[in-house]
């Protein structure tokens, strides 16, 4: 089982999230994104990130990454591409902005981790987001950063993935 990680608007590639999954194990793929506001390219950037890797691959996605992340699915309707894609991990995902109303499609295995103090995307965009699809949506007591809830995106990582990173 592979990752590939999607960060956010303004981290990198290689932030505490990203040392987290690969410190536990887990074989990570991170493209740079820094800089890029403009999701299409970013769709584009994740997309040619998952096209070497070998299946299956959950892909996690954080804030702008998680928006991207959603995105990349929808984007690879249709492809073989999107048979890689094991599940998705969607991190406090920007679900608040205008480019998330034009999601059409859902991974099945898709859980949503989301802080209830997040003070830069709203919880309840993300409740809308689960309601909508019918995917798993787990809320902490943690902020937009998540930074206290690493445990949590590891035992969900292993969740979503339905094995562990030493398997």
Not at 19 to 48: F, K
Not at 64 to 79: C, E, M, R, S
Request: glycine content about 8%; some cysteine; proline content about 5%.
């Amino acid at each position: 089982m592979h990752v590939l990680f999607l960060h956010g608007k303004e981290s990198g590639p290689h932030g505490s999230k990203y040392r987290s999954i690969r410190d536990a194990g887990w074989s990570v793929t991170a493209p740079d994104c820094e800089g890029i506001d403009d999701l299409t390219q970013r769709v584009n950037i994740a997309s040619a990130a998952l096209r070497p890797l070998a299946g299956p691959v959950v892909v996690v996605g954080s804030s702008y990454g998680g928006l991207t992340a959603a995105l990349l699915h929808d984007a690879l309707q249709g492809t073989d591409e999107v048979s890689k894609i094991h599940g998705h991990l969607l991190l406090a995902p920007a679900f608040h902005l205008e480019e998330a109303r034009a999601l059409a499609h859902c991974h099945p295995n898709t859980v949503v981790l989301h802080g209830e103090q997040d003070e830069v995307v709203p919880v309840e965009d993300s409740r809308a987001y689960a309601d909508r699809f019918g995917c798993e949506l787990v809320e902490v007591q943690d902020d937009h950063r998540l930074k206290a809830s690493h445990a949590e995106i590891l035992r969900l990582l292993e969740q979503v993935a339905g094995t562990s990173p030493t398997a």
